[in-house]
């Protein structure tokens, strides 16, 4: 590295000590919502697909209902120039990183990049260890506004240090860039990454699985349920700026309608990131209307900030609450068995005060509320004061009732 680069990074690095950086909270208020290339595509990308991404975000009306981050995954990279710096790969992305960020700008939207803590990242391309103030003034330089940061070939690296250096280097590079903690939950990054991180993933990565672990001899893929099962205990931890991430969306990459609508449900009780992991250039009609309903999205995103609460589990159906803004809550019965259930729902036994969290109670002995089913839109009556059955429900199979439950 020339003496002028030294120099540079020294500079960055002494700012970023001198200086105690407010976090950037206002990146994520509520979960982040967009695109990202790897469920779908793995290390297949280029920039006329990310540009492909891009055009259909806005023509499907995804970017109005409020995904505006396209993510690039693993394989974007090609190699360091002379002075460390790390370039894009000439062939897939010719035109440069600078050049598709003018692109996504242009139409609304925002990009995002990936590298990771090691060495090398998942796929073998240049990691950031070692180059962090370098990789995060070239991403700020390149107009990037989120970077997903992973964690393969870490041997001896401490993941505590390497995420608070890579946010100390973001925060230096003079560019607000959301920052995607990724090492899986293997140290509990929930416990310490609040000031680090916006948001960080609590597991494994997720596959195109409802309730099928896949385990490989060094690693591990989590099912959809997996996920909602490792996030049930972390809600304590959330909140505005800060957010546990489940992993990616699989709806629309072979699950059934039904379990994406489970899925996309349980993903907004959660007050999960909302990361698109499909094609969406070839989505169907199904597929789109799951991921623009605008009521569930309204759940995830209620700047009351709460991740919602799995109360109990009750004759194969789990009930999950999630308190919300102006006295409202969001009620979603989960059936995450193989079979249709059928229950009887009487209010009176949903009467509790979240204690841990938010304080609120729902107080159905005392309060009526109106009624809204949220995936057919209808509003079904109030909920009753009285101790009896208020209705008769069908749960379908690896499915869901929804409700918006309104003052």
């Not at 230096?172 to 990054?189: L, T, V």
């Not at 204690?355 to 005392?366: G, I, M, N, P, Q």
Request: charged fraction near 25%; aromatic fraction near 12%.
């Amino acid at each position: 590295m020339n003496k002028k680069y030294a120099i540079t990074l020294l500079l960055f690095a002494l700012f970023s000590l001198a200086t105690k950086a407010q976090k950037w909270e206002e990146l994520s208020q509520t979960p982040q919502m967009g695109w990202n290339s790897w469920n779908k595509f793995q290390g297949n990308i280029d920039e006329d697909i990310i540009k492909g991404i891009a055009d259909t975000m806005v023509s499907s009306g995804l970017r109005d209902a409020g995904y505006v981050y396209i993510n690039m995954d693993d394989c974007w990279h090609g190699k360091r120039d002379a002075n460390g710096f790390i370039q894009a790969d000439p062939k897939h992305f010719p035109h440069g990183i600078k050049a598709l960020a003018d692109y996504i700008h242009a139409r609304g939207l925002k990009l995002g990049i990936y590298s990771d803590a090691g060495t090398e990242t998942c796929a073998g391309r240049p990691g950031s260890l070692g180059h962090e103030y370098q990789d995060a003034l070239q991403y700020a330089r390149w107009d990037v506004d989120y970077l997903k940061y992973d964690w393969c070939n870490t041997v001896n690296v401490n993941p505590r240090g390497a995420y608070q250096l890579m946010s100390d280097a973001l925060r230096a590079s003079g560019r607000p860039i959301f920052f995607s903690m990724c090492e899986w939950g293997d140290n509990q990054p929930w416990r310490w990454a609040r000031d680090i991180g916006n948001s960080w993933r609590i597991g494994p990565d997720i596959w195109c699985s409802f309730d099928s672990t896949r385990v490989f001899p060094t690693y591990v893929q989590y099912s959809v349920l997996d996920c909602i099962n490792k996030n049930d205990s972390l809600r304590r931890y959330a909140g505005s700026g800060h957010w546990n991430d489940p992993d990616m969306l699989e709806v629309g990459n072979g699950l059934t309608v039904n379990q994406d609508r489970a899925h996309f449900t349980m993903w907004c009780m959660m007050a999960s990131p909302l990361i698109l992991g499909n094609d969406i250039r070839h989505m169907s009609a199904e597929t789109k209307a799951i991921l623009t309903n605008r009521d569930l999205i309204a759940i995830d995103q209620d700047k009351f900030g709460v991740q919602g609460l799995h109360l109990f589990s009750r004759d194969g159906l789990d009930y999950w609450f999630k308190p919300l803004e102006n006295g409202d809550w969001a009620m979603t019965i989960l059936n995450p068995t193989r079979k249709p259930i059928v229950c009887n729902l009487n209010w009176q036994d949903f009467n509790f005060t979240d204690d841990e969290v938010s304080k609120r109670s729902t107080a159905f002995d005392k309060c009526v509320y109106k009624v809204k089913n949220l995936w057919t839109g209808r509003m079904e009556g109030k909920t009753s004061t009285k101790q009896k059955v208020d209705r008769k429900l069908t749960v379908p199979a690896q499915d869901v009732v929804v409700y918006r439950l309104l003052r």
